[in-house]
């Protein structure tokens, strides 16, 4: 697609329940990131992949995180048992490849609230 | 560990005015990548501009330009002719050339334009 898309927008879910995060990244782009952003503070990196393989995910702040690209494309972050602190904005981002020398494009991302 | 901090939590400027963001970032890193990101209220993540470290000269784009202190280690981010579509909150972003995924925010600037 033209650019990096996210679903849902906005994901109300009550403590427990398990969510699932998409994302859509531009078409060819090899690089797929996830980053966190709560209010008022600067996103925060939680995982990449480049192609299906997941390179880093030292950023996931614990075990109910997990995330996946089986395919090489759309990329699904999981949360499991949400907690209250989970509630964010999460951010995808794609970039052509995994050079430093690229920039990230982000989504607009989609906004968790756990009540 | 790289840190980013932006001591400025949020300022404001008239109209047609310039304005300056500061940025501070702490590395051991020789060569890396600065940028500037801008997030509106839709609360996109749009790129402004980008400084390759190695590059002495400093960027611009438009109205946007940096002043790119690499020995104090000092990035900030120049708006001319201050426009009221640039309120939005800027992101000072800091990414090492060797590992991309590595890519740290700061805390952010909210910047009022008012006319």
């Known amino acids: 697609g033209a650019g990096v898309s996210q679903s849902p927008r906005y994901k109300v879910t009550k403590r427990g329940q398990d969510v699932a995060l998409r994302c859509d990244p531009i078409s060819g782009h090899v690089s797929l990131y996830w980053y966190r952003q709560a209010l008022g503070q600067g996103p925060e990196f939680l995982t990449y992949?480049?192609?299906?393989?997941?390179?880093?995910k030292s950023g996931l702040p614990n075990d109910r995180f997990s995330a996946e690209r089986p395919e090489g494309s759309i990329s699904t972050l999981t949360i499991q048992r949400t907690e209250q602190r989970d509630s964010a904005m999460y951010r995808c981002?794609?970039?052509?490849?995994?050079?430093?020398?690229?920039?990230?494009?982000f989504g607009a991302g989609s906004r968790l609230t756990v009540l | 560990a790289q840190t980013v901090t932006q001591s400025q939590p949020e300022m404001s400027v008239q109209e047609a005015e310039t304005v300056t963001l500061s940025c501070t970032y702490d590395t051991s890193e020789s060569n890396y990548y600065l940028f500037w990101y801008k997030q509106p209220p839709s609360r996109q993540m749009i790129l402004v501009i980008r400084q390759e470290a190695y590059k002495q000269q400093n960027a611009t784009e438009n109205r946007f330009s940096v002043n790119f202190q690499k020995a104090a280690k000092s990035f900030s981010l120049k708006i001319s002719d201050s426009q009221l579509g640039d309120t939005a909150m800027y992101f000072c972003?800091?990414?090492?050339?060797?590992?991309?995924?590595?890519?740290?925010f700061g805390a952010g600037t909210r910047l009022t334009v008012k006319p």
């Open positions: 972003a800091f990414r090492p050339y060797r590992n991309n995924n590595d890519m740290r």
């Open positions: 992949f480049n192609y299906e393989a997941q390179q880093d």
């Open positions: 981002a794609s970039s052509l490849d995994h050079s430093g020398a690229n920039v990230l494009t």
